[in-house]
C-alpha cells in the first residue's frame, strides 16, 4: 500500500510538472492539426481577365524601371487616377511616382500581383501602401469576408514580401481609413485592425502612419463632403490625404 501510495505521488509530481512548464514545439509535434483552416487574406490569387491586363499593364511599368515613388493598394488608391488626379500632380507629378492600386482589391490580390512581377525591375525609395478594408465586413450572399485576425495576417504578408522583394525600399503603411456611419460595425472592425497594424512599424524600414483622424469630424462622423459614399475620398478628400502624409513622406523620401 505504502508502494503505491508513493508511485501515485510520483506520478502527480510529474503531471504537475508538466503542466508548468513552458510547451514546446516537440511537445505539440504530434498534436491533430485543423486541416480545415484556410486563410484567405494570405493566399495569392488572381481576380478576372481584365484585372489580370491592369496587372500586366503594371508589370511593364515597372520593367521600364525610374519609379521612386509607388502607392499600391485598391480603388481608395486606385482612384488618385481620376478623382485625386489633381492633385497627385501636385504632390507626385515630379517625383517619379507610380500608381499600382486596383479597384476591390484585397490583400490576396495584392499579394498575387507582388508574386508575378509588379515589384519586379524597380527600386523605390518609399512604397506607400494601404490595403485591408477590401477584406472587412460581409459578401453580397451575407457571408463573412475575413475576421480581423485574418485580415491583420494578409496585411503582414503583404509587408512582408514587399520587405522581400525591395529590401532597400522604405515602406508607409497607412492605416485603413475609416469607413461608414460611427456606428458601423465595419468602421469599428478596422479601427481594431489599424490598432495591431500599428505594430508593424520598426522605427527603420517600415513606418505606420495613421490619418483616419483627419478625415472625421470632432464627434466621429465621416462627412459626405469628403467622402461621399462613407469610403471613397473625392478631391478634398484626396488632398487631405496628401497634407496629412507629406511631412512623413519627403523625409522618408530623403
Known amino acids: 500500500m505504502i508502494k503505491l501510495f508513493r508511485l501515485a505521488a510520483a506520478l502527480a509530481g510529474c503531471l504537475l510538472l508538466l503542466s508548468s512548464r513552458p510547451v514546446r514545439a516537440q511537445d505539440t509535434a504530434a498534436a491533430p492539426v485543423n486541416t480545415n483552416y484556410f486563410n484567405t487574406a494570405t493566399n495569392p490569387v488572381p481576380r478576372d481577365a481584365g484585372w489580370v491586363k491592369r496587372h500586366e499593364g503594371f ?12 502607392f499600391l ?19 507626385y507629378g515630379g517625383r517619379h511616382a507610380a500608381n499600382f492600386g486596383i479597384s476591390a482589391d ?17 527600386q523605390p525609395k518609399v512604397v506607400v501602401l494601404m490595403i485591408g478594408t477590401n477584406n472587412t465586413g460581409k459578401e453580397k450572399n451575407g457571408t463573412p469576408r475575413n475576421s480581423n485576425t ?31 456611419n460611427f456606428d458601423d460595425p465595419q468602421r469599428a472592425q478596422v479601427g481594431l485592425i489599424n ?5 508593424l ?3 527603420q ?22 467622402m461621399p459614399d462613407l469610403l471613397h475620398p473625392n478631391a478634398q478628400g484626396y488632398q487631405i490625404w496628401a497634407d496629412a502624409i507629406e511631412p512623413t513622406l519627403a523625409e522618408m523620401l530623403k
Open 59 to 70: 508589370v511593364k511599368m515597372a520593367q521600364a524601371g525610374g519609379v521612386d515613388l509607388l
Open 205 to 226: 524600414w517600415v513606418k505606420f502612419l495613421d490619418i483616419g483622424s483627419h478625415f472625421l469630424e470632432a464627434d466621429g462622423t465621416l462627412p459626405k463632403s469628403i
Open 73 to 91: 493598394g485598391d480603388s481608395i488608391t486606385d482612384f488618385w487616377r481620376n478623382r485625386g488626379s489633381n492633385v497627385w500632380q501636385t504632390y
Open 106 to 122: 484585397r490583400t490576396q490580390h495584392v499579394l498575387w500581383r507582388i508574386d508575378h512581377g509588379e515589384l519586379d525591375g524597380i
Open 150 to 180: 485574418e485580415t491583420i495576417q494578409g496585411v503582414q504578408t503583404v509587408v512582408a514580401r514587399i520587405r522581400a522583394k525591395l529590401p532597400q525600399t522604405k515602406i508607409l503603411l497607412l492605416a485603413i481609413f475609416p469607413r461608414g
Open 201 to 203: 512599424d520598426d522605427g
Open 195 to 199: 490598432t495591431v497594424l500599428a505594430k
